[in-house]
């Protein structure tokens, strides 16, 4: 009897967790990582699982290359997942694979104001809602403050005083004369990077119209860059040659940097025989960076789209974003963590944030456009450098990727 009762007791206490472990519902996620981000989504995982009774979230690693293959392959094979880490190009790729959040997060109009309007087309496809975003990048300028301190030149500290083009160009001459450095500033590359001297000018690649990179604001924007190259300014090896445009920087020969925010570790980490800093692009008809980022995404016939929507809900939110941003040095897409508290650099984040904040509308539009990377990458690379090196005008180069863009509107 005293047996029986005590196999009693034990079932009593057991029971109990033997039944939440049935009704738990596991939630996958694809995942794929660009450095520490993934310990922080760890932690808020654990965090959302220890306030979310009958939750549990499968953090699945996917490498980055993989990705749209490995979804579209799931989602064939009748096993997808519930959410998966997207970029712009992977939402677009995979867009018929996820819910639309709008029929699973409320008043979803007023969560979408919650984040930088110049992101949206990245995620909002054609009206579909296909996932929330969880961190963004921005291209920007990085300055050696000491070249240009020796020079005399007062590089802008606030965004109602900044270079216009001339006034930058002008500065980059001087600082080169008496700053020290051997050149003005380097550009990572001829499409991405460059684009914000693009939306700068008044520019764009496509517009809801068509094919729009044909025009006197894109000339004008392609033919400062070769003035820029000609003048020694920007070294052609960067572009015409295999010169690694931060080691050249790192250095300290070169006074400026078009790069991004993802750039500010590497930097705080081995630059170590100048001061560098964070400054405002400069300014021609607009002000404009070029965002990218991550998104979380919630696939379709998993049987937990709901409780999976809840949780990008949660993750994307002002207190769970601020966590992970903080921790993985990311900028944030929402307007309300604008400035956050890094382990350094609050100041250099703080740039780029309010340079997404005064982006254009056409650089999320033509990068987050299906399909037009791949149609128009080539040309549009291979021709800068053309241009560059004198064997094509502007005006051809326009022309062509226009040409090569038009059946995206077929």
Known sequence: MKKLLAILIVMLFILPAGVLAEDTKTLDMFWFTDGVETESMKGLIAEYESITPGVKINLIEVPFEDMSKKIMMSVSGGEPPALVRTTEGITSNCADAYVDLRD???????????????????????GKVCALPTDVTANGLIVNLTAFEKAGIQVPTSPDNIWTWDEFVEDLRIVMEKGGVQYGLVIDNPTHRWSTMLYEFGGRLVSPEGPAFNSPESIAAINLTKQLFDEGIIPK????????????????????????????????????????????????????????GKQMAVCAGTGVEQEAADF???????????????????????????????????????????????????????????????????????????????????????????????????
């Open 104 to 126: 699973y997060i409320p008043d979803i109009d007023s969560v979408l104001a919650e984040f930088l309007p110049s992101i949206q087309s990245y995620f909002v496809q054609n």
């Open 237 to 292: 090896s960067t572009w015409l040659g295999g010169e690694d445009p931060n080691n050249l920087f790192r250095s300290g020969t070169v006074a400026a940097h078009m790069s991004g925010n993802w750039m500010l570790t590497n930097y705080n980490e081995n630059i170590k025989d100048f001061e560098w800093g964070v400054t405002y692009m400069p300014i021609q008809k607009n002000r404009s960076s070029v965002p990218g």
């Open 312 to 410: 990008v809900r949660w993750v994307t939110g002002t207190e769970a974003n601020r966590k992970y941003c903080e921790e993985s040095l990311f900028i944030s897409p929402r307007l309300d963590n604008a400035e956050l508290n890094y382990p350094f650099g609050s100041e250099f984040f703080a740039v780029f944030a309010n340079e997404l904040a005064n982006t254009v509308d056409a650089a999320a539009f033509d990068w987050g456009f299906p399909g037009l990377a791949a149609a128009i990458g080539v040309e549009l690379t291979n021709g800068m450098y053309e241009v560059v090196a004198g064997d094509r005008t502007a005006e051809d180069l326009v022309e062509a990727v226009d040409e090569l863009s038009a059946p995206l509107f077929n």
